[in-house]
């Protein structure tokens, strides 16, 4: 009989033990704890946070609503635990509610974080206000109900789309403005009550959010055109529930073309000690004291990019037109190509007297060792010039530097950029019209003195408004204007054809004159076969002798923007090579070749003039191929910091860079250079080698790889 009790017993204890909820012993089912009470911080209706205020609800427009929560369970601090949620919802008030649901048992794990759970509830009413609320339940016990959490519905749509007005871009059918000149723009709510905000875009869309100072009420912002011609502004009401109008055209308005300088001088005369100014037909600005010609930074003589006496030395004299060129009380952008070659005094680039002192001036500030913009408040013979921006960083002599300068009245401000890089701006509120001579290499100081200019200068252009630092869809570039004329032209500082029978020296065939000479034998290199890119003789190098090219210095300066190409046929894939670079003391500036661990292409620029330092890279996103002639062509940004890889014309790779520096040895074809001689040496064929300044766009591309200069 005690056998048979005791068998009884344990079949009774192991039905009991499978009986119970998740297979936990009776005693663990005793002791359970419900789950905790929903924190009405974690409930949700369709994403949207919980209101328990039934006076501010949550305000939705879809009556059909994901209701979500999390719910904790106490007892899976030692076990995991199936739980689930419950949600009812209903009227304010009503004892009954109008629909429950129950998610499904999910586990929470030991120790684990509350589980997500959600229903859907349907056909809500509109209109009124309702509660929702939810509990969660661990298969064995219900948990305490959250407060409620309360939502109104509305699916009613605005009846129609703001208004637009505008005092800067009127609906006159007449043109206003220009491209990248920002305009007020104000939204009415066009008789919509309850139109608590505005989506608005140009051309199309309806994007861009704007709040109504009250519902029903008005919004201003303002909109920048990155275009001329004809504009559409499309706009839509929302009001607090998120219906949404129709995105429809509410204003049209014309934008006027960017106004055209009203003063250049290229300065390519190339002697006698008279410039013209390309947009005044008559104005000259005539030579007072001694003047000289030399290498400009910018320059087309005779068809063809020549930078041979395209730039005005103004060490001992200067350049002044009759009369002013610009009112310097309003609106005006002045910039020249400079280059500085002496840092003990102050200088003048560029200036336009009044009858004591300057209007503005253009140059250096040799007490802070900076680049230059600074105005006066008066035109006074004691004036100091108190409105001044300074580069934020030294002016480096002997080297051509991009200045541009602003001022803009309706802001107050002057400003000043350095190759196309912001320095600053500067509060002036007190502009005045210098209304003297427009002056190249001088200026007038305070108490009368004459400041000149001791270095050369280059292009200088003079709008009668504030150039643009926005990128504009409409440019040729497709960038900004302080871009554009911080980095173009595009000049060839060294062209080399390699297409020569014989001789000691491969030709440069721009006004540089930077012939390369061979290291190597003339029997087997020259003419040694032919570029199927341009059908014309090339070269073929011997990286195990080392063969290359070798100028006698720099041809581009590496610490502004520049681009270096190449057409190469890869004979041997097993090493790393360099086609085209120009030496530092220590390394390569930049090296443009093969890099044999990946592969691919390579563009390079070494961080810093040292053995064995790092260096910013860009690959091909291709293999590259050996036996093939293939054109490669690395450019250098130095406004925005990148490094671009093209391959037959097509952009490949592009990366960052932090910082750059001048190496200012010599150009090497054929391997990578430095003082002490060649690395990483060619093996295969080369054809047309070229460096040229600026940055090389897209739409040069045909042209450089023919060798032509770029538009």
Not at 1 to 7: A, E, G, N
Request: aromatic share 8%.
């Amino acid at each position: 009989m005690r056998r048979s009790l005791t068998r009884t017993t344990a079949a009774a204890a192991a039905l009991a033990l499978v009986l119970s909820p998740l297979g936990q012993s009776p005693a663990l089912a005793e002791d359970n704890r419900p789950p905790d009470r929903p924190e009405t911080s974690t409930l949700t209706a369709r994403g949207e946070a919980c209101s328990t205020d039934p006076d501010d609800p949550t305000l939705l427009n879809q009556t059909t609503l994901t209701l979500g929560a999390l719910i904790a369970d106490p007892d899976t601090e030692t076990v995991s635990q199936q739980v689930k949620a419950q949600f009812e919802w209903g009227l304010e008030g009503a004892g009954e509610p109008l629909g429950s649901s129950d998610s499904v048992y999910t586990s929470q794990a030991p120790g684990g974080p509350p589980v997500s759970h959600s229903v859907t509830a349907r056909d809500l009413p509109e209109e009124v206000l309702v509660g929702y609320r939810a509990r969660g339940h661990d298969t064995r016990a219900w948990g305490e109900w959250s407060d409620r959490c309360w939502i109104e519905i509305s699916t009613s749509k605005p009846a129609a789309p703001p208004t637009v007005t505008s005092d800067d871009y009127p609906a006159d059918n007449r043109f206003h403005g220009a491209p990248g000149q920002p305009g007020d723009f104000t939204f009415d709510a066009n008789g919509v009550d309850d139109a608590v905000a505005f989506y608005y875009g140009l051309d199309g869309v309806c994007t861009t959010r704007v709040e109504a100072d009250v519902p029903g009420g008005s919004a201003t912002v303002s909109i920048t055109p990155t275009r001329d011609g004809p504009r559409g502004l499309h706009a839509r009401s929302v009001d607090a529930y998120g219906n949404s109008s129709a995105c429809e055209r509410v204003y049209e308005f014309l934008v006027a073309p960017h106004a055209d300088p009203v003063a250049y001088f290229p300065l390519d005369e190339g002697g006698d000690s008279t410039a013209h100014d390309s947009m005044v037909r008559g104005r000259t600005a005539e030579g007072a004291g001694a003047i000289d010609w030399a290498r400009g930074r910018a320059g087309t003589r005779g068809g063809t990019s020549r930078l041979e006496g395209a730039s005005v030395v103004t060490s001992d004299g200067h350049l002044r037109t009759e009369g002013p060129v610009v009112d310097t009380s309003g609106a005006f952008t002045v910039t020249a190509w400079v280059r500085l070659d002496d840092a003990d005094e102050d200088a003048v680039a560029v200036s336009q007297d009044g009858e004591h002192v300057s209007g503005f001036q253009l140059g250096y500030d040799a007490h802070e060792r900076r680049w230059a913009f600074r105005q006066t408040s008066a035109d006074d013979v004691d004036a100091a010039f108190d409105r001044q921006v300074l580069s934020r960083e030294a002016a480096e002599t002997g080297a051509w530097t991009r200045l541009l300068a602003t001022h803009d009245p309706a802001e107050d401000r002057i400003d000043l950029y350095v190759d196309g890089v912001h320095q600053g701006g500067a509060d002036h509120a007190s502009a005045w019209n210098a209304g003297g001579a427009f002056a190249i290499g001088g200026g007038t100081g305070q108490g009368g003195s004459v400041l000149g200019w001791p270095g050369a200068v280059d292009d200088v252009i003079v709008w009668e408004r504030v150039l643009t630092d926005e990128a504009l869809v409409d440019s040729s570039t497709g960038r900004s204007e302080v871009w554009e004329y911080a980095n173009r032209p595009v000049v060839q500082e060294g062209v080399w054809l390699l297409d020569e029978y014989d001789g000691p020296a491969a030709a440069d065939s721009t006004d540089h004159g930077l012939d390369a000479t061979l290291h190597g034998d003339p029997a087997t290199v020259w003419d040694a076969t032919y570029s199927e890119t341009r059908f014309a003789p090339a070269v073929v190098l011997d990286g195990a002798l080392a063969e290359h090219f070798r100028t006698d210095g720099a041809a581009v300066r590496t610490d502004r923007s520049f681009t270096a190409s190449t057409e190469v046929r890869l004979d041997d894939g097993a090493a790393d090579a360099v086609a085209l670079s120009q030496s530092g003391e220590h390394t390569s500036g930049f090296a443009l070749g093969y890099d044999a661990d990946s592969r691919r292409w390579i563009f390079e620029t070494a961080s810093e003039d040292a053995d064995g330092g790092g260096a910013h890279r860009v690959l091909s996103d291709t293999f590259a191929v050996t036996g093939r002639w293939v054109h490669i062509l690395g450019v250098y940004d130095h406004t925005v910091g990148t490094l671009e890889l093209y391959v037959d014309g097509q952009l490949a790779g592009t990366t960052t860079r932090e910082g750059s520096w001048h190496a200012d040895g010599d150009v090497v074809i054929g391997g990578a250079g430095r003082a002490g001689g060649v690395e990483r040496a060619w093996t295969g064929a080369l054809g047309l080698a070229q460096v040229h300044q600026g940055v090389a766009l897209r739409q040069d591309m045909a042209h450089i790889r023919f060798g032509r200069p770029p538009v």
